[in-house]
C-alpha cells in the first residue's frame, strides 16, 4: 500500500484507493497509470469487521482468498459509476487494479504490455541481463507511445514472385496482405504490397513482386521516432491506411497500420500511460550491491517511472539501503516499490527513518510497499523458507 500518508503532493495520477501487492520474492499484484492524484482515504471498515480482525490478531489465526466471501448489503451505487483507478504508489495511479509478479514465468515484455493495454502495470523480472532488461523496457514503452507500430513486419524482396509471397501467407496464417518490399542486404524500402496491388493480378500470373508493387516514389512514409499520434494524423491527412517508418538511408524499421493505431486512439482512455504518454511499465531489481544499482540507473535512464527493489526479504538493509539512494538521486522523478514483506514490523521498519535527518526522513520512504510472500503454484517461498504469512 502506498506508503506515505504525504499524498496530497501527488502530482501525476487519478485515483481513489490504494492496492496492495502480493506474491513471491520474484512476484506480485497490485495495479497501474499517471494522471493527477488524488489523496489515498483508508476506507472506513465495519464494527463487524473489526471484531473479526481483533479476534484473528488475538489468536494469531490467518486467512486466505478461498477462506472469504462477501457478505451481499444494500447498496445505492450502479457498477457503471465504480471507478476502479486505484494507487499503485504515491503518485502513480492506475485504471486497473492488477500488477503482474516480476518473475521470467510470469512477466516479459509482451506480458508488461498486455498490462499496460488494459489499464495495469506489468514488472519486468530480472532475471536477464541489464540490457535485455532495458530492451525490455523500451520495446514497451515505446510500442509505440500509446499506439500499435508493427517493429518487425514480414518483409519479401523485389526478386521474389507472387508465389513465394502467397505460399508463405498459407504457411504461416497470415491473415493480413500488406507486405513491405525492401533491398535483401540493406533493408531499404523499394515499395510495398496491399490488397490493391494483389487484385489486379491475373488468376494465372506469377509476376516478380518488383513488377506489380507500389513503388517507392508512391508510399507516404514516417522517420524513426514517429509516435502513434503523429502516425494517425500523417494517415488521415493522406488517407492511407499502412505507414511504414524508415530511418537513414531509407532503412525499414517498422509501420503502421490503420486499423490498429485507428483502435488505440479510440482505446487510449484505458491505457497505463505514464506522464510522457508512453506504455507504464515497471521493472524489478536486486538488492545485492553495485550492481543491481547499475542496473537501476540504467532503467531510470531510459524512462522507467517505478522501479521496484525486489527480494524474498524485504525488510532487510541492503534493500533500505538502494531504496535510500535512488531516492537522494532521483527524487520524485521515479517511484519506487520495495517488498516483500508480510509483517507489521517489516513494513514499519521501511517506513522508519530514525537515524536520518528529518528534511530527508520522509524524501526517503518508500513510495509502496509489496506485501505478501508467496504461497502459488508457481512461487513456493513461504514453503520453501518456511517464512511469512497469508
Request: charged share 25%; hydrophobic share 40%; proline share 4%.
Given at each position: ?14 485515483g ?43 489468536r ?7 477462506e ?42 509482451a506480458?508488461a ?14 532475471n536477464?541481463s ?43 496464417g ?18 510495398l ?28 512514409s ?9 502516425a ?6 493522406h ?36 506522464d ?10 536486486g538488492?545485492?550491491?553495485e ?21 524474498s ?5 541492503p ?18 516499490i ?50 511469512g504469512?497469508?
Amino acid at each position: 500500500v502506498p506508503a506515505s500518508s504525504h499524498v496530497s503532493r501527488c502530482r501525476m495520477s487519478a485515483g481513489c484507493s490504494a492496492a496492495s501487492a502480493a506474491g513471491g520474492g520474484g512476484g506480485g499484484a497490485s495495479a497501474t497509470p499517471a494522471r493527477v492524484a488524488t489523496p489515498y482515504v483508508q476506507p472506513e471498515l465495519s464494527a463487524d469487521v473489526m471484531a473479526l480482525m481483533e479476534g484473528l490478531r488475538e489468536r494469531r489465526e490467518a486467512v486466505t482468498f478461498d477462506e472469504m466471501t462477501l457478505e451481499d448489503q444494500e447498496s445505492d451505487v450502479h457498477p457503471n459509476g465504480v471507478s476502479t483507478d486505484t494507487h499503485v504508489t504515491r503518485l502513480v495511479t492506475a485504471r486497473g487494479i492488477v500488477l503482474s509478479a516480476a518473475m521470467d514465468t510470469v512477466t516479459e515484455r509482451a506480458m508488461a504490455l498486455t498490462m499496460a493495454r488494459i489499464g495495469c502495470v506489468g514488472v519486468l523480472h530480472r532475471n536477464m541481463s541489464v540490457d535485455e532488461q532495458v530492451k525490455a523496457l523500451n520495446w514497451v514503452r515505446f510500442k509505440v507511445h500509446y499506439g500499435g507500430m508493427i517493429d518487425a513486419p514480414r518483409c519479401f524482396a523485389p526478386t521474389d514472385r507472387l508465389s513465394d509471397l502467397q505460399a508463405e501467407v498459407r504457411k504461416q496464417g497470415y491473415t493480413f496482405t500488406s507486405f513491405p518490399i525492401v533491398e535483401r542486404d540493406t533493408g531499404r524500402l523499394l515499395g510495398l504490397m496491399t490488397r490493391d496491388e494483389l487484385d489486379f493480378i491475373e488468376a494465372d500470373a506469377n509476376p516478380t513482386l518488383a513488377d506489380v508493387m507500389k513503388p517507392r516514389a508512391g508510399i507516404v512514409s514516417a522517420r524513426v521516432g514517429t509516435t502513434s499520434a503523429q502516425a494517425y494524423e500523417l494517415m488521415t491527412k493522406h488517407k492511407v491506411k499502412k505507414l511504414p517508418v524508415v530511418a537513414d538511408e531509407d532503412r525499414l524499421v517498422g509501420m503502421y497500420v490503420w486499423g490498429d493505431v485507428r483502435a488505440d486512439t479510440r482505446l487510449r482512455d484505458r491505457f497505463a500511460l505514464d506522464d510522457e504518454g508512453h506504455f507504464l511499465v515497471a521493472a524489478a531489481v536486486g538488492c545485492a550491491g553495485e550492481a543491481d544499482e547499475r542496473r537501476a540507473e540504467a532503467l531510470i535512464a531510459a524512462g522507467c517511472r517505478i522501479i521496484v527493489i525486489d527480494s524474498s526479504h524485504g525488510a532487510c538493509g541492503p534493500a533500505k539501503q538502494l531504496l535510500h539512494i535512488i531516492k537522494r538521486r532521483h527524487g520524485d522523478r521515479v517511484q519506487v516499490i520495495v517488498g516483500n514483506v508480510a509483517s507489521y514490523r517489516s513494513a514499519k521498519y521501511l517506513i522508519t527513518n530514525d537515524d536520518i535527518a528529518d528534511a530527508d526522513s520522509v524524501r526517503l520512504l518508500p513510495d509502496a510497499i509489496k506485501v505478501g510472500i508467496g504461497p502459488g503454484s508457481i512461487c513456493t517461498t513461504r514453503q520453501g523458507s518456511g517464512t511469512g504469512v497469508p
